[in-house]
């Protein structure tokens, strides 16, 4: 069985999250447990709280994922907007543990022209600060790849290695890889021969038990664009033949996949996870 969900809204009530991912196909999905476009979050109302571990636990679905708000930048070299992303990232973690979510992913941010390995060193100590702050809450935190943008941290295989090696929480972090990503930062994932390659390097470097959730998306952009635009399933760069190679490779197929694609007119959610799963051959 492929397991394959998307993102899905929690307007009204966090809950009814668990509804809609049921509606569209879903057997894992991801979430922003608040407002992703603000700093501050409401405390979780301990009948929300009841009431969305009673609706995951009665649908039999999961692994439920979390997705950390948009402005956090754990890489900033701006003191105020460094010290509100680890207050940020150490609140998501308490909440994924009151919500009984074991996911949480996070981007790593922009270095804003510091350097990388400013950046990364300036990650490494908020995600340890963050560990601290929030408690051995039994959530894993995943790091998410990002696409190669300028000033960006996390881009590549040994960019995650090197901050993977400096969080003091063993077994508390692991890898959300986006595939998308992952293309418009140069890794070719439209043949066997070069998925292989990347799951190589990763399992070289990191190690593959630390690969959690795939990020499943296409790409607008070309090979090594650096442009972070999400396509339909098969409809972008990487194509459907790629995905045939992604969905195929033993390292993914095993792993929850969450689509993240465009809110329009070609395809809805329920297609593309229906097309996940005809690319998977199931």
């Known amino acids: 069985m492929v397991l394959v969900g998307c993102h899905v809204s929690i307007a009204g009530s966090i809950d009814l999250a668990v509804g809609r991912a049921l509606d569209a196909g879903c057997n894992t999905f991801q979430i922003f447990s608040r407002n992703p476009r603000g700093w501050k979050a409401k405390d979780l109302d301990p009948g929300v709280v009841e009431a ?72 490494v100590a908020a995600l340890n600060r963050a560990f601290a702050d929030a408690g051995d809450a039994g959530v ?31 077994g508390r972090v692991g890898i959300c890889f986006d595939t998308c990503h992952a293309f418009a930062a140069g890794y070719d994932l439209r043949t066997a021969e070069g998925v292989d390659a990347v799951m190589d390097e990763f399992d070289d470097r990191i190690g593959l038990s630390h690969l959690r959730i795939i990020h499943l998306n296409d790409c607008k952009g070309d090979l090594g664009s650096g442009l972070d635009r999400h396509e339909h399933i098969g409809l972008g760069t990487i194509g459907e033949e790629g995905f045939r190679h992604i969905l195929r490779h033993p390292a993914v197929r095993r792993l929850p996949l969450i689509c993240e694609t465009p809110v329009d007119g070609q395809r809805d959610d329920t297609g593309n996870i229906a097309k996940v799963r005809e690319l998977a051959g199931a």
């Open 52 to 123: 969305f571990r009673a609706a995951v636990s009665a649908a039999g679905i999961g692994p439920v994922v979390d997705h950390m708000p948009y402005l956090p930048n754990p890489a900033s070299p701006d003191a105020e907007i460094y010290e509100k992303s680890v207050a940020s990232l150490a609140g998501e973690l308490r909440r994924c543990a009151l919500l009984g979510i074991p996911y949480l992913v996070t981007h790593l941010g922009h270095h804003r022209g510091a350097g990388t390995a400013a950046g990364q060193e300036r990650v």
């Open 140 to 170: 894993m935190l995943l790091l998410e790849n990002t696409a190669g943008e300028k000033n960006s941290v996390g881009t590549t295989v040994d960019d995650l290695s090197r901050i993977m090696e400096g969080i003091d929480a063993e």
